[in-house]
């Protein structure tokens, strides 16, 4: 936690020299323009203007910001601030009607806008000589190599913004000398010098300059730029360079972190190449719905769970309570966490519990103990093949485990209920989406029943997440392939792990309670492309170098998924990425939901497969499985 003393005593600092120049620059003004007069300074102004311009300062976040990482842009945020301030002052002093001096008000705006920028931009200077030795772990993001003693060995493509932050931010840990210099394929820069390197060539050249200055890591900082551009660029370079380390700037990093964007650096995926259209957050509905309350995360140990653990940090909740099964991955958790916490401006608590969702008690306890505010339900059994032989723990888990969930919200009056579901839930045909599907019925149930705020937030595959098929896709070709796959023509929606966390928590922002959002998530892709994808990116062949090869359909699967049934219907909310079923018209038996939850869940283990699967069809009509057409078959 020292970095978070450090960063909240450097706010502090900031705020007194900003006080002492505000209160020196009225007086000094205040002495040119009476300098042969004798007055008296009136402390009722000197104490306006330095209210408004501090309130202004921080209005805008002038002290949210790390100057060792600042850009120009925040030089002009620190700009507008005082001009606000000014106009502020003069805004006050004409409906007060105070007596005031012009030029004492402009000479001293002047003074501070020029010196409130000047400390801080020498604060930048020192902090840049302080840093010119390099800790090891700055090295380490870099994943250098063997080539670490070489002259050169970096090479940045895009000499925009994001490229010159970068490079920014390499002069402060001492790693300047190991850039080569900047690709662009914006022809008015080439030649041009950006932050003290020289942008050398187009991409179509950038394995001639990969040759000429023995580069072995590539840092694409081009956040928004087009999918198929990426694509174009890694190709080129993996073309003639296969073992060449590439790492690039993800989008949508800078637009929520205030973290150096050098630890943003990551290898570049497939999430990279696949493509994501830009999407923005709602971030203002957020931090009203969520700043100052205690959130409760079950399957926070997963990765949806541990994502949304990382980015409801950035909207200053009071609490978190991190609740999860697997000892291993909450210890995951909270080592991630940490380095997340440390960068934090604000005091937060975090509670890391073990705890399995069916355990009635221990879940009592928790929320009697930690009396959470805000649930997000995440905890889930997912593989769908695994679940088409293991029904009743899919069935005790998924259903029975929300219902524990959903009777604690309602003993202990929990604000708000949100239920992560997904899209085999749509028309589902195997044992997990069937469950998926339940549980949305019993979020429906108990808002509509019982009053509870709860409300489900169903989306598609995410891209790096457990049981996903990229990550076994990447297994396989490590091991020499062949790579496996069930159809050629399998297709599946897919979302990175930040994206939809960040939806999943600006949807639940917008709950009312009963609704379904669906988040938008773009066209399905074909498993086959994204694998071979996937094989190109390891600087390989398909079925030259990999071999593909498929296994036909498991138990439980779809050539296709969907978000919405034929019967449901959407409309838009303010934020165009996150959509919300028409369901306040949709039909559910209250008798037989009832039945279910009050008997036939609790009874499970005396049941057969085939039972399990009527006692579904009985809940959700429009399940179909092999085994149910099978017995329609045998009957007719």
């Known amino acids: 936690m020292s970095i978070l003393y450090m960063i909240r005593g450097k706010r502090l600092l900031y705020i007194l020299i900003d006080s002492i120049i505000i209160t020196s620059a009225y007086i000094l003004s205040f002495f040119i323009e009476f300098y042969s007069v004798k007055s008296t300074i009136n402390i009722q102004y000197l104490l306006i203007n330095l209210f408004l311009l501090l309130g202004s300062f921080y209005i805008l976040q002038i002290y949210r910001i790390m100057w060792e990482y ?21 805004i006050i002093y004409f409906f007060l009607n105070l007596e005031h001096y012009r030029m004492i008000i402009v000479l001293s705006f002047l003074i501070t ?53 970068i490079m920014n931010e390499f002069y402060h840990k001492g790693l300047d000398k190991r850039v080569a210099g900047f690709i662009d394929d914006d022809t008015t820069k080439i030649g041009k010098i950006v932050n003290g390197k020289m942008v050398l ?19 694409i900082a081009m956040p928004s730029v087009d999918v198929r551009h990426i694509n174009r660029i890694v190709s080129i370079i993996k073309t003639s360079n296969p073992d060449i380390t590439i790492r690039i700037l993800p989008p949508f990093t800078s637009s929520f972190d205030r973290k150096p964007l050098i630890f943003a650096l990551r290898d570049i995926g497939v999430e990279d190449l696949i493509g994501r259209e830009e999407f923005n957050v709602d971030c203002s509905a957020i931090e009203f719905d969520f700043t100052g309350k205690t959130i409760l995360i079950t399957g926070a140990g997963g990765s949806i769970g541990s994502e949304i653990c990382r980015q409801i940090l950035k909207f200053r909740i009071k609490r978190l309570i991190a609740v999860g099964k697997g000892e291993h991955s909450i210890y995951n958790l909270i080592n991630n966490l940490q380095d997340h916490v440390d960068l934090l401006d604000y ?34 059994h997912k593989h769908v093949p695994l679940m088409e032989h293991n029904e009743i723990e899919a069935i005790h888990n998924n259903i029975l485990g929300t219902k524990i969930l959903l009777d604690l919200s309602k003993k202990y009056l929990i604000g708000k209920f949100i239920f992560i579901s997904t899209d085999k839930a749509v028309n589902p045909v195997n044992i997990m989406g069937a469950t998926k599907r339940i549980a949305e019925l019993l979020i429906l149930y108990y808002y509509r029943e ?30 020499g392939g062949p790579v496996t796959i069930t159809h050629p023509e399998m297709r599946r929606f897919f979302m990175t792990i930040t994206e939809a966390s960040l939806l999943v928590i600006n949807a639940a922002a917008y709950s009312k309670g009963g609704e379904i959002f669906i988040l938008d998530m773009g066209e399905q892709y074909k498993i086959l492309d994204i694998a071979k994808k996937i094989i190109r990116l390891y600087g390989y062949e398909p079925e030259k170098d990999i071999r593909i090869i498929f296994t036909g359909l498991r138990p439980g699967e779809k050539l296709n998924e969907e978000l919405i049934s034929k019967r449901e219907d959407n409309c838009t909310t303010d934020n165009e990425k996150i959509f919300v079923l028409n369901s306040k018209d949709e039909i559910y038996n209250k008798e037989v939901i009832e039945n279910f939850m009050n008997y036939e869940i609790f ?19 429009e399940y179909r499985n092999l085994v149910l057409q099978l017995q329609e078959i045998k009957i007719s």
């Open 450 to 479: 019982i009053g509870l705020n709860a409300s489900c937030v169903r989306f598609g595959n995410v891209i790096g997440s457990r049981g996903s098929v990229i990550p076994h896709f990447c297994k396989q070709i490590e091991r």
């Open 347 to 380: 005091k937060l608590d975090i509670i890391y519990k073990i705890a399995d969702i069916r355990d009635q008690s221990l879940m009592n306890q928790i929320f009697e103990e930690y009396k959470p505010e805000v649930i997000f339900h995440t905890a889930a």
């Open 603 to 621: 009874n499970i283990f005396d049941y057969d497969s085939d039972q399990i699967r009527n006692i579904i069809v009985n809940i959700v009509p």
């Open 70 to 90: 600042s850009s120009i842009k925040d030089i002009y945020r620190l700009l507008l601030s005082n001009m606000v301030g000014f106009l502020a002052l003069i």
């Open 201 to 219: 060539a187009p991409t179509s050249k950038i394995n001639d300059i990969i040759l000429k200055y023995n580069i072995n890591m590539i840092a």
């Open 113 to 165: 806008a020029s010196l409130t920028v000047f400390y801080r931009m020498a604060f930048i200077n020192l902090n840049f000589k302080m840093s010119s030795s390099v800790p090891y772990r700055y090295e380490n993001i870099l994943k250098e190599g063997k080539s670490r003693k070489r002259d050169k060995g970096i090479l940045i493509v895009g000499a925009g913004e994001a490229g010159s932050m």
